[in-house]
């Protein structure tokens, strides 16, 4: 097989020009697209090829992406073309069929709202797009619930086989959580303590200083757990407890992931109160500038929604491996500091020799996702001093990836993406199984907040979210890293 079209649904979208189109440029100038791979965008605005390079261009640049040279862009858009099409017509994607080729593979890439993946296959199928080697990408969410998850997943099974479904989520492609599988699998020392013995408990924070960026229609309803929980922080549990993979192919790291979300504990309407907090943000400031509170944001249609903005979990993974460490996790939009990260808190030593009052602070482990993208190891030493003969200090092993290869900058997660897809490479995309079991268990965590009048609370804009987060974990005797 040689030669590959990639074809780009919803081509005009957000998306497209904040991070498919970027991811792309930069790939084919670092010279690591196939030199024959053609790129079709398709959405149903009437334009020509023309015109949309040059209305691509201007929203590439308005979204502040890295920026790239005349020549880089000449090169690129002559593997571009565009087709208008409406997807609702039929034989809409007729113009698309003379495009590609039955000795070609064909990526198809749906940056669409999830609406359309059922239209888009069936109309794909019906122009006889279909009949060639052909793989198709999806954007989250794959379906609001467990039911509708299942409904995606039927449809896309009826026209693709598994192996050709690349399901994103954009974290994995992200440097540092690939590197989360490499500090945990190629570090004996890191490996042999990763359980229950040495591990007191797990934090996972993804805070965001944006709020709902304009997207109202989509976030009012679907909220933190939907838009984050159910993929992001799943994902980032997973790869922190699950077992080794026998290889780093796709189906042996999903297995594992599969495992650990199917063990991790239901929280019922009996539970829930003393395992989820849920917040929602008001007016507050950050970094010096005023923002809007959450039914001020643009867009906003309905006053009054207990939509939660702010989530934090306390999780259990009920296996052999984690029994009794609690996972805390954490995500909020409008918080002080955009800060992804995980902390691995180390037990406190079974037994002291150095004296009362010294401070030999149990070890932690600081995977910083982004920014400052790095890992920090806390470490109890001696003082050097001939005073006190052994006085100890915690001191900061500090592995910071910015300092670290040979690039410039860390890649965007699209860019890896991207290249694995049109590699054929599915291992950092997510299996039809993590998805469905990972709904599972939200829409069980979300009906148990539904039962019991789970209410959220109002936290400022500004803020880590509302007082009773630090409730969550400080009644366990531990607290936040941030
Ligand atoms: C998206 C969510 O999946 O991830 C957004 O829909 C969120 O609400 C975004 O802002 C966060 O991604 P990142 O890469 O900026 O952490």
């Not at 009906?447 to 009048?453: L, T």
Request: proline letters at 4%; a negative charge.
């Amino acid at each position: 097989m040689s030669g590959l079209d990639l074809v780009i649904f919803g081509a005009t979208g957000d998306l497209s020009a904040r991070k498919l189109f970027p991811a792309l440029c930069q790939l084919d100038a670092a010279g690591l697209l196939p030199d024959d791979l053609r790129i079709v965008a398709v959405a149903r605005q009437e334009h020509t090829p023309e015109a949309f390079h040059d209305e691509l261009r201007v929203r590439m640049a308005k979204a502040k992406r890295q920026s790239i040279s005349d020549s880089a862009w000449q090169k690129f858009v002559q593997r571009l073309t565009y087709l208008s099409a409406d997807f609702s017509t039929p034989e809409a994607f007729r113009g698309l069929q003379g495009r590609l080729s039955d000795t070609r593979i064909s990526l198809f890439y749906l940056a669409t709202p999830p609406s359309l993946f059922a239209t888009i296959c069936e109309q794909l199928s019906a122009d006889k797009c279909l009949s060639g080697p052909c793989r198709i990408v999806l954007e989250k969410p794959i379906g609001e619930s467990l039911t509708t998850s299942r409904e995606v997943n039927e449809t896309l099974a009826r026209f693709f086989e598994e192996r050709d479904i690349y399901r994103i989520d954009h974290y994995l492609g992200k440097e540092t959580v690939q590197n989360l599988l490499v500090l945990r699998f190629a570090n004996r020392f890191i490996n042999s303590q990763w359980d229950q013995s040495c591990i007191d408990h797990v934090q996972i924070t993804v805070a965001e200083q944006v709020g709902i960026e304009g997207r109202w229609a989509y976030y009012d309803g679907v909220g933190q757990l939907r838009d984050m929980v159910q993929n992001h922080l799943m994902q980032l549990l997973c790869l922190v407890a699950m077992e080794p993979p026998n290889s780093l192919e796709a189906e042996s790291i999903r297995d594992e992931k599969v495992k650990i979300v199917k063990a991790l504990r239901p929280i019922d309407a009996v539970t829930v109160k003393d395992h989820v907090v849920r917040g929602q943000y008001s007016q507050g400031v950050i970094d010096g500038q005023s923002v809007p509170g959450y039914f001020d944001e643009d867009g906003c249609e309905t006053q009054g929604s207990d939509t939660e903005t702010f989530i934090a979990i306390k999780a259990h993974v009920d296996n052999w491996r984690w029994s009794g460490v609690p996972f805390y996790l954490r995500t909020g939009k409008r918080m002080p500091d955009k800060v992804t990260e995980i902390i691995i808190q180390y037990k406190a030593l079974p037994h002291h020799i150095f004296g009362e009052g010294e401070s030999a602070e149990p070890n932690r482990l600081i995977i910083r996702l982004q920014p400052n993208e790095g890992i920090e190891m806390t470490m109890v030493s001696k003082r050097q001093s001939l005073r006190d003969k052994l006085s100890l200090q915690t001191h900061t092993l500090n592995f910071d990836f910015r300092e670290d290869g040979d690039i410039d900058r860390i890649p965007d997660a699209y860019e890896r993406l991207f290249l694995d897809a049109i590699n054929g490479d599915p291992s950092l995309f997510v299996g039809r199984e993590e998805i469905e079991e990972s709904w599972r268990w939200c829409d069980q965590l979300i009906a148990a907040c539904e039962d019991c009048g789970l209410k959220v609370n109002a936290y400022q804009a500004g803020s880590w979210g509302p007082s009773k987060s630090e409730l969550l974990i400080d009644r366990d005797g531990r607290s936040w890293n941030v």
